[in-house]
């Protein structure tokens, strides 16, 4: 397993209360769930935002619903709830 970057990307609210629209993750091949907490680890106020039950989770641009293997180029985006009209 080498470690590499996986890239964070964070969007709408998520976006103003990280106050980043993007963050790189030195990790080896890790489950969805540990990169999450790797994130938490390190921006410890970003938990609640983060770990809310509505907040979805794409992977390569494809929605998740299950804690799958993430690897060395992926890109992950959180994103909230979508409103509008």
Known sequence: MDT???NVLFFAS???TTGQDSLSVMLSDVKLSKLIEKIISDHPTWSEALTAPNIVVSVNKEIVLDDILISQG???AFLPPVTGG
């Open 14 to 16: 998520l976006k103003e």
């Open 4 to 6: 590499a970057m996986i």
């Open 74 to 76: 992926d890109e992950v």
